[in-house]
């Protein structure tokens, strides 16, 4: 892994001085999303490998380009999971899951995937390796930069290695569904949250409502006698399709964009025109949808929310939510400081950045 390590650290040091940007890719199997990649591409897959797992520490450390399907496998074997469910695309990686910071259904109870975060090391445009947090659940000291990197496109540097908390399966887990209106979802989902059920995971689309129970099997059972619906079992392929995005409303669709509204629970019924799918308790919206950016980024902004180009659509208009002047300037140092090349991932976020 060493000569690998050279390789990189030669690459960024000729792109620093030709000035020309590099394309960090593990995958590639979220190429679309963020905006266009700039650059020659610098494949991350070869530095693979576990680096250290302790099952009774409830850690892992895993290098960039470790196949995530492969680090699964492992703490599937001991009985654990990377409790905020990653998508878990085709050629996905541990340093391109880390990135794009994306999570999957069981984040509304477990965590962000930036909440699992304990350590990372990465190169920056020096070719100089640095290293924040660690591998214990509790670092204090200094500013946390490891979860930072999280959600960050690869535009502050080449993510190495990353330290991640896991935690045991759940012992027992049934789903229940529930045929009702949007409104009528919201209400029950804003009516659950105030109580002390043992809630992994919800889902409203299409005049249905799915929830997930996942504990001690007592726990789960009693609270599926107490929220009715039909009980459908533990349902696991519903809740991995829906993971993986597997389903028909994820898939890109020349007709119609797909945005990402995060607004807080609360927020009623939207209203938009376009197919919803509702997740996290309502504070992820989903809208498939032709309107025009604008209103829609207007509508997230007045609910004190933000909405995401995810897939599809006119790039144009940004993919993520325009930033105000002065957490732009915060963008614009933080990338000077890690990466005064400006030889990352370019622009991968935001324009200009």
């Known amino acids: 892994m060493q000569q690998v390590l050279q390789s990189f650290v030669e690459r960024i040091a000729r792109a620093r001085a030709s000035g020309r940007p590099l394309r960090l890719r593990g995958g590639g199997s979220k190429d679309w999303y963020g905006q266009a990649g700039i650059g020659e591409v610098l494949d991350t897959r070869a530095y693979s490998g ?6 009774t520490e409830l850690v892992v450390t895993a290098r960039c380009g470790t196949p995530l399907s492969e680090l699964e496998a492992l703490l599937d074997w001991s009985g654990q999971m990377l409790a905020f469910e990653p998508p878990r695309f085709a050629g996905a990686t541990v340093g391109g899951a880390v990135a794009s910071g994306l999570s999957g259904p069981r984040r509304q109870r ?4 930036r909440d699992f975060v304990l350590g990372t090391s990465l190169l920056d445009s020096t070719g100089t390796m ?3 947090g660690g ?13 930072l990197l999280a959600g960050s496109l690869g ?8 330290s991640l908390k896991v935690l045991p399966k759940p012992a027992c887990e049934t789903t229940l569904r529930f045929a009702v209106s949007e409104q009528l979802a919201l209400n029950y989902l804003a009516t659950w949250a105030g109580q002390a059920w043992p809630i992994s995971a919800t889902c409203w689309h299409d005049g249905v409502l799915a929830v997930r129970l996942s504990g001690a099997e007592l726990t789960v059972r009693a609270a599926a006698r107490a ?3 039909a009980d459908c079992g533990p349902d696991g392929e519903y809740w991995q399709a829906l993971r993986d995005q597997r389903w028909n409303f994820f898939q890109p669709d020349e007709g119609a964009a797909l945005w990402r509204l995060a607004v807080p629970a609360t927020t009623p019924a939207l209203g ?7 997740e996290w308790g309502g504070t992820q919206r989903w809208l498939r949808t032709d309107a025009s950016a604008a209103p829609l980024r207007a509508s997230a902004k007045a609910l ?3 909405a995401t180009l995810f897939r599809g659509g006119d790039k144009d208009v940004g993919v993520f939510q325009p930033l105000t002047a002065g957490v732009a300037l915060v963008h614009r140092r933080l990338k000077h400081s890690f990466d005064p090349s400006g030889i990352f991932n370019p622009g991968r976020m935001y324009k200009g950045l």
């Not at 576990?50 to 099952?55: F, G, M, N």
């Not at 591998?135 to 979860?147: F, I, L, P, T």
Request: charged share 15%.
């Open 155 to 162: 535009t502050l540097g080449l993510i190495l290695e990353v």
């Open 130 to 132: 640095l290293r924040f």
């Open 110 to 113: 477990a965590g962000a995937l």
């Open 135 to 147: 591998q214990v659940m509790k670092n204090v000291a200094g500013y946390d930069v490891s979860r």
């Open 50 to 55: 576990i680096v250290a797992y302790e099952p």
């Open 227 to 229: 929220l009715g619906g």
């Open 272 to 278: 938009l025109a376009g197919d919803q799918l509702i």
């Open 304 to 306: 004190g929310g933000h």
